[in-house]
């Protein structure tokens, strides 16, 4: 099954530092959304985009929906212990608004 | 009840046996998605169900997989005869209506997660 390409893959840093990550597809998409995933948890949503360009904010954390709607990227500013996690982006193609396509996840660690 | 209820959180089962896993949809949804995720992988939709029916089942394996969503109780993905290949993490989502704009407008939350393993 489809999968969206997302990278990197897993990122070490320190606190303090912002991080940025991508996701690109070879369809077009008509949502983008971002998830955080704790261990041994379900995902919880971060931020939703809806439209092309649409850039949005959520705290720290900053989303884009790329202008090809192909690709989005998030930001999460002057990071922090709890920014810990697995951070996955997942997307709703056109025509079909029933089922998310998920990235493979960006492992992110946060050294205090 | 204030989020998707799944039960159990951990089930063990041995090959050849049945798990059944249990996924209450937030008050007030009638839609549940069942996902499954594999180690070190994102999530892969297997399922969508409104009460008493199968809307897609595109992502379910042809074999050994069925869900239902009766008009009372939870939803039930049931998996006959397991293999080691099942074990995986499986997630249930819920949401109040058919998603027009996407999920999370219409508030699809996610569950903890049912982490079957297969001995």
């Known amino acids: 099954g489809q999968q969206l390409n997302q990278s990197p893959q897993s990122m070490f840093i320190q606190e303090g530092e912002d991080v940025s990550m991508n996701c690109t597809s070879s369809?077009?998409?008509?949502?983008w959304l971002w998830y955080k995933q704790d261990p041994g948890e379900g995902p919880v949503l971060l931020i939703a985009?809806?439209?092309a360009g649409e850039l949005t904010s959520n705290g720290r954390l900053t989303a884009q929906f790329g202008i090809t709607r192909k690709d989005s990227f998030l930001n999460i500013s002057a990071s922090i212990p709890s920014d810990v996690g697995i951070y996955f982006c997942a997307g709703q193609r056109a025509g079909n608004n029933r089922k998310l396509i998920w990235g493979l996840g960006t492992s992110l660690a946060v050294n205090p | 009840n204030a989020g998707v209820m799944q039960n159990p959180r951990h089930l063990v089962r041995r090959r050849g046996q049945e798990a059944r896993l249990r996924c209450s949809p937030m008050?007030?949804?009638?839609?549940v998605y069942w996902y499954r995720q594999l180690p070190e992988e994102g999530l892969k939709f297997m399922v969508y169900l409104q009460k008493e029916n199968i809307i897609d089942e595109s992502g379910m394996p042809k074999e050994r997989f069925s869900a239902e969503f009766p008009k009372e109780g939870p939803s039930i993905l049931r998996i006959q005869q397991v293999v080691r290949g099942d074990s995986a993490a499986y997630f249930c989502?819920?949401?109040?209506?058919?998603?027009?704009?996407?999920?999370?407008?219409?508030?699809?939350?996610f569950g903890s997660g049912t982490r079957l393993t297969v001995v």
């Open positions: 989502a819920s949401s109040p209506t058919f998603p027009d704009r996407g999920p999370a407008l219409y508030g699809y939350t």
């Open positions: 985009l809806y439209k």
């Open positions: 008050k007030g949804h009638s839609h």
């Open positions: 369809s077009i998409f008509n949502t």
